[in-house]
């Protein structure tokens, strides 16, 4: 008894702190539509920043505290007023989301840049005697946990519900035009809440760090934990941020204390699976409130931009022929290192397809990855399989995962569908750490064969890479053809607008489904190949960040263009090999990059490059008296 | 009052409205008539200010405000209720009337509420519905609500963008009665409007706008007995309509009879 509530307590402690993130999440949702994944940096930043005042600069724990909230208040402030606010009245929603994968990169690699990658903990604030109340023994740190998030949940419910700023603020979400014209700024208002969620971050990553070890990249494991509880209470209810991220808490404190620990994870994920296909508005949501993709009105569009002509095939002839020459020119690091870039490629081939073509958000594309490089690697290591039947096991394992969560994922679209994936990568990332047997565990798996198709083996770096080189042309072609036949014309559509598109008679679910299992199956042919050719597979090879990293190789890269990518691919690559001494800065340049890229190329490298060329053709052409154009806008 | 000179305006490639030039004095109900894209909406968003404008000049009360922001335009006394009863859904009605005061942050919370009341005089259909999200108000009701917030900011002019679209026809009586009222108390009204038989009925002067461009103005009576007018906005083509589906319920008829004698 005494331990169910022991449990129960850790499990509202750490709902206290979810719950607090999940009014972050909440309150920058409901002013600008957008779920700002870079929220749980926030907290990282101002623990060590107290860290670092305390330790460093030997305040005393309150300043420290008001100084380190400060510090990262202004920090958010300054992000969103460069990026994140300017940005809402450039990109669309979906690209708004990965934009705030990008500040999350950015943050998270500034701080291994600034503290390094070791993990961190603050001294409690008043002693580490628990106090036993009941036969109940409560850490003091928890006093200061509840305490505060009650202090901010009424703060903030007050400031929300009942002042004008509050008004002006819910307003600016339900009908920007409106608030306009009602003389409210905008822009401001955008500002404070992005900034106001910074602050809320901040305080809640004080408040765990005495009893949470951080680390650069635990950012990453806030911003899940608190878009998790956010979607289980529902997106835009304040209520539910709450019941969410308390549920959220109590439940993974009961799995793991009843359960295991290594599973834990898993199941809190299928808790959020279930909650989403139930009630795909959230557990808390009003019956009679809006349908949530009713706000998914397109803010800004883009069209897709494509080189054609004869002078398309000039250039992929002589690109064709550099790739072909290339590894006679580098040395045999940067011809592993473009090995890694082919194979990344692949699975980002997939992820352009389903992300730039239809319109789809996913954060999981690794957790294909993972599948396909385990299930081949394992059958070759451990059931003497040949690799080559191993790759078609784990596509058609791939491919099945992918059809499943099609059907869980069918009725969601945005900021749902994007979390979906994210859970689904997480379920895949905590099964290849938890299965140790099969997988190795954190460890990873060693021992893995070279690829091979009938007795000849792929040994060398220079096989693979014409392997490789030879996948990637044949996919491209085809997939080139693909996009102009009907099929392409129809996701498209779906990009464009799918009630539309679904008003002309296309069967949006069954097309969804079709590109989501495309793109898994070249997800898990690329973590097969990957696995094959390092020899090794470990779980955050394949894991979460790994996700993160494929969209913005394709943000940089170019949406929506095919071989854009490979751009991307091959500057995130080979820039840490290219800079060894510079690899702590990996992470940062990486979301510096894609933050950039969003902000001032939208198209990507390639997409920008296209335009330029296409407009001196145009020029040239109108100057000899012409005057058609070689640009094509699809818009569909 | 307000005073448009040689005004051009328009979305991303090029104007959609080419040199209007339009006054509207004070507690006069002006109103703008045409087809669907004509640039009615255009000229009051650049009025109001969600649109920037490429050419000419804006004038209230003799003041320049083409280059302000929305905000210090509503400040002036100038406000918009734009097209398509733009509210906000999930917020109270209180609280959508409520923000139509944001500007008036001087007022405490018991003044506005005496707004409230004051300007709810004129809708009785929301005083009894203050705490109801607005988006489950019906068509009309929101139609109502969208001016009432309008006139929470105490405006001096009043821009109406399509205030009778898609509403049932008693409402449509009962929103220019209103509208009238509000002339009556010294309200300056800028009126854009489809239904061009009520508002050339109620408005005091009248501007025809075709292809972006001003190409006739008057009297509102004048404008309403005017041929062209007459012919292109008062049931012209509702003649024509009317024959043409007579024709095609005659040809059905025979048609039926024909089946039914074999």
Known sequence: ???????????????AIFAMLA????LVYRVTGIVNLAQGAFCVVAALAMYSLESVFGWAPLPAAAGALAGTTLFGALLGATTFVPALSLLPNSSMLMLTVGLLTLIEGAILAVWGSQPYALPPFSGEAPVVIAGV???????WIIGTAVVVIVTLWLVLARTTLGKALRACSDNPAAARLMGIDVERMRLLSFTMASLVGAIGGIMVAPVTSLEFDTGRFFTNSGFMAVAI?????????????????????VAAGYVSSLFSNALTLGLLLITLLWRPNGLFASLGSRRSDAREELRVQRAIVRLSGPRAGLYAALALLGVLVLPYLVSSGVLSSLVITGILFIAVIGLDLLMGYTGQVSLGQAGFMAIGGYTSAVLATNYDWSPLSGVVAGMALSLVCAIVVSLVTMRLRGVYLALATLAFGLLVDSLAVGLTDTTGGPSGLVGIPSFSVGDYAFTTPRS????VVGLIVALLIFFQGGIKSGFGRAIQAIRTDHMAAAAFGVNVERYKMAVFAVSAVLASLAGSLYGFFFHFLSPEMVGTSRSFEMIAMLVIGGEGTLVGPLFGTALLTLLPTIFQPFAVYKTAAEGLLMVLAFRFLPAGLFGTAVAWITRQAVRRKSDAGLGASGLKRSLP | MLKLHGLSAGYGVGPVVHDINLSVAKGEIVTLIGANGAGKSTIAKAVSGLLGISAGSIELEGRRIDGERPRARVLAGLVHVPEGRQIFPNLSLRENLQLGAYTHQHMAASQVEGRIQEVCVRFPALLGRLDTAAGFLSGGQQQMLAIARGLMAKPRLIILDEPSLGLSPAFVTEIFSMIRALRDQGLSVLLSEQNARLSLAVADRGYVIEMGRIVLEGAG???LGHPEVTERYLGGAQKAEESATEQQSESLVARLRQLLAS
Do not use: C, H, N, W
């Open chain 1, 1 to 15: 008894m005494d331990t169910a509530i022991q449990i129960l307590l850790g499990g509202v402690l750490q709902g």
């Open chain 1, 23 to 26: 009014l972050g999440f909440s």
């Open chain 1, 137 to 143: 023994r409560i850490v003091p740190q928890g006093f």
């Open chain 1, 233 to 253: 209470g529902g997106m835009g209810s304040y209520i539910g941020a709450i019941g969410g991220g308390l549920l959220l808490g109590v439940t993974e404190q």
């Open chain 1, 464 to 467: 693979m890479y014409y392997l």
């Open chain 2, 221 to 223: 009576k004048d404008l």
